[in-house]
């Protein structure tokens, strides 16, 4: 399977770029040339091919740094996301946590790795087990790293509860999940996450399945405790609305692949990447005055990850692709503002 993948994937990987270096800093994070593949199987007739959700894709993210991957659904990021986690194996390439890569780990190393990284799941009721209150669901960390004080496991807990601002505390420890808002419930999702002080926080989606009204809270919640605690943050969403909230950088992800990478500002002021322009163009606009407004966004649907095209993989939606180029030859990261890297060849 290696070999196949070494072959596939070469090109993709001789235009894979890390994002630039932030001085002063030493990587928390490397993610070097990452493919996640996952193998097709028929039932009868064995091998069946690959789905290449992740594909090539290579990042650093520095100690208190956040960054943002931006993509529909089924561009890979959530992929990406469960392999940083380690709970994918990686196909090719290596995920680098503090200089040791992860596929070196054994089990108590894997312990230790999980222990450094909060993970902030986007849908709170199922992300938490019914049968525990609050109080338990928060202790049950602790336990397993070995914090066998009982007290000092209830004044970690009350402390956690007290940052994520599930006011009072006594009022939520003996709480079950029904027993919560929508609002809440994620306040115990982030205060897990919290409660063994990681180094990084992997936040997928934490806010698509909430109330608007409570969207920004969670938001702001979340860049509060990044900050104050000098964490590192991931922020995986859809949606570009948000991720000015607290992200410094942003990865933009179409089939498998970075496509754009920039800081929030620039790359919001002025998008690239065709497919960067038209998410920027999707995103709703309150004015009723501009209801009338024709959005155009690109037609089609993403292409199949077990058979991508060749080329730019988003040519076949692009109206600006050159016939005889984006269809054939896969674009390298050009670099058209200092620090703004684009897969597309308007900018060769």
């Not at 994620?186 to 934490?206: G, Y």
Request: proline residues 8%; negative net charge.
């Amino acid at each position: 399977m290696s070999t196949q993948i070494d072959q596939n994937a070469q090109t993709e990987a001789e235009v894979a770029v890390a994002a630039p270096s932030q001085d002063g800093k030493p990587p928390l994070l490397q993610v070097k040339d990452l493919h996640t593949w996952f193998e097709l199987r028929r039932w009868g007739f064995g091998h069946a091919g690959y789905v290449r959700a992740v594909d090539g894709v290579s990042f650093e993210l520095r100690a208190g740094d956040a960054i943002a991957v931006v993509g529909e659904s089924g561009c890979g990021k959530s992929s990406l996301m469960k392999t940083i986690l380690g709970l994918h194996r990686p196909t090719k390439g290596e995920v680098i946590f503090e200089g040791k890569s992860l596929s070196q780990l054994d089990r108590e190393g894997m312990r230790w790795y999980h222990s450094q990284v909060g993970y902030v799941q986007q849908d709170p009721f199922g992300a938490l087990p019914p049968f525990m209150s609050v109080r338990r669901i928060l202790e049950e960390p602790l336990i397993v790293n070995g914090v066998r004080s009982r007290s000092e496991r209830l004044d970690r807990v009350r402390e956690v509860m007290e940052e994520v601002r599930l006011l009072p505390v006594g009022d939520f420890l003996n709480k079950f999940p029904h027993q919560l808002s929508g609002g809440q419930q994620q306040r115990v999702v982030i205060a897990r996450a919290m409660i063994l002080r990681p180094k990084l926080i992997v936040a997928d989606e934490p806010v698509s399945m909430l109330d608007a009204s409570v969207r920004v809270e969670i938001l702001r919640l979340l860049q509060s405790l990044q900050r104050s605690h000098d964490i590192a943050l991931i922020y995986i969403t859809h949606d570009l609305s948000t991720v000015r909230y607290f992200a410094r950088r942003v990865f933009v992800m179409y089939a498998g692949n970075l496509i754009e990478q920039a800081e929030v500002d620039e790359l919001l002021r002025e998008p690239m990447h065709p497919y960067s322009q038209a998410l920027l163009s999707a995103i709703s606009d309150p004015d009723p005055r501009n209801a009338h407004v024709y959005r155009d966004v690109p037609p089609g649907e993403p292409p199949s990850l077990v058979n991508p095209p060749a080329g730019c993989r988003f040519h076949p939606r692009c109206a600006q692709r050159e016939e005889g180029l984006c269809d054939v030859d896969v674009p390298p990261d050009f670099e058209p503002v200092p620090g703004h890297f684009t897969k597309c060849w308007l900018y060769r």
